[in-house]
């Protein structure tokens, strides 16, 4: 035992290297443990440096919601601009099949100014369509946003001169149907295209109440030759013919034979037909489609009852037709209670956003909605 260990001897003796040693052993590293950043005791404004770093963390996580709300209400807003045609929607022709009326037969003579047009579909306007391959009288028509569209037709022009001359004065793209064979016909239909309107023939068509249909009037009775050359004849009286609509009817339009004659002759001459839908049993707008014939359906008669207010009870369900649906279709007639009214009340159509269009135009319209005539 009294042998030390030289080591441990000279510790005992000089002790004073071995706990500075030890010191700096441990002490060094407590020291730079304790004031590392992390371990550092924290100072006031530390957390507002967190936070203020933890602040542009969130945003990369609210600007992608806030640029997609901005970027949807965008397109939101944008999208009525962008597709007007979207908005518009039309009456389908189909609409006005009889064939898909399920009237009693005893309701379906509405006779001339009685009928109305069935509750229609609604179809949404689309592009147009280049499927019908059909010669269109205005195929490059292109309706404007927020605008509203009617034709309107005066019809039974030819045998009263002065009413006549009146009503083909009047402002704006109404179109003219004009009788054939009659006393003032030709010159009314000079008249008119003239002053830059459409003219129409005015079929006198056989009804079922026995009225007078006056020259060049078509019946059941005649054989298809007679029938071709009567209705040729009333053609070639009339100039500046774009197209057809049927005076009276009610009787001959619900036919289909004579109705494929009808549209037969229109072929050959590129003429559009116009079904004045005296009786819900017609099938001429039938008839036309299936021959390929530009044709639409009038949806309102203005003038059943000739007064100021119901004349203008029926303009403004033609209005209302006309927005609801984006265009509708009337016939009136020279009488002095339509004139009066017509004179007055078309040049305001304009600040209503209401355009009126000649029959071509909306004949063309409607087939660009519905990829159909
Ligand atoms: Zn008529």
Redesign the pocket.
């Known amino acids: 035992m009294s042998q030390r260990d030289p080591l441990l001897e000279a510790i005992a003796r000089y002790p004073a290297p071995l706990i500075m040693t030890v010191v700096g052993l441990v002490g060094m590293p407590l020291t730079l443990w304790l004031f590392t950043p992390e371990r550092a005791p924290a100072r006031p404004e530390t957390p507002v440096a967190i936070s203020a770093t933890a602040a542009p963390a969130a945003t990369p996580t609210g600007t992608p919601v806030a640029a997609i709300a901005a970027a949807t209400q965008d397109i939101a807003l944008a999208l009525p601009e962008q597709s007007p045609a979207d908005a518009l929607t039309v009456d389908t022709p189909a609409s006005a099949d009889p064939a898909t009326s399920t009237e009693p037969a005893a309701a379906k003579l509405l006779e001339?100014a009685a009928a109305t047009v069935p509750a229609s579909t609604t179809v949404t306007l689309s592009a147009p369509s280049s499927a019908n391959s059909a010669p269109s009288p205005a195929q490059s028509f292109v309706p404007a946003q927020g605008t509203h569209y009617i034709a309107l037709i005066i019809?039974?022009i030819g045998y009263v001169d002065d009413l006549g001359a009146r009503a083909v004065a009047l402002p704006d793209d109404v179109t003219f149907a004009v009788l054939p064979h009659t006393p003032h016909g030709v010159a009314l239909a000079q008249a008119a295209h003239d002053n830059g309107k459409e003219v129409m023939l005015?079929a006198p068509m056989s009804n079922l109440g026995a009225m007078p249909l006056g020259p060049g009037g078509l019946t059941p009775q005649l054989t298809r030759q007679e029938f071709v050359q009567t209705l040729t004849a009333a053609l070639d009286a009339v100039p500046h013919l774009q197209g057809l609509n049927n005076?009276?009817g009610s009787e001959l339009t619900a036919l289909e034979e004579p109705m494929r004659w009808v549209m037969e002759t229109l072929q050959g001459r590129r003429l559009y037909f116009v079904d004045s839908y005296t009786t819900a049993s017609s099938v001429a707008g039938r008839i036309a489609r299936e021959q390929n014939i530009p044709t639409l359906t009038r949806n309102v008669f203005l003038d059943n009852v000739q007064t100021a207010e119901d004349i203008d009870r029926e303009f403004q369900r033609l209005l209302s037709l006309a927005r609801e649906k984006g265009f509708a279709t009337g016939i009136g007639h020279p009488y002095a209670a339509t004139l009066d009214y017509l004179e007055k009340t078309l040049p305001t159509l304009a600040a209503l956003n209401i355009e009126l269009i000649p029959v071509s135009q909306m004949i063309a319209l409607q087939q660009q909605a519905t990829g159909a005539w």
């Open positions: 001339d019809d039974d005015h005076h009276m």
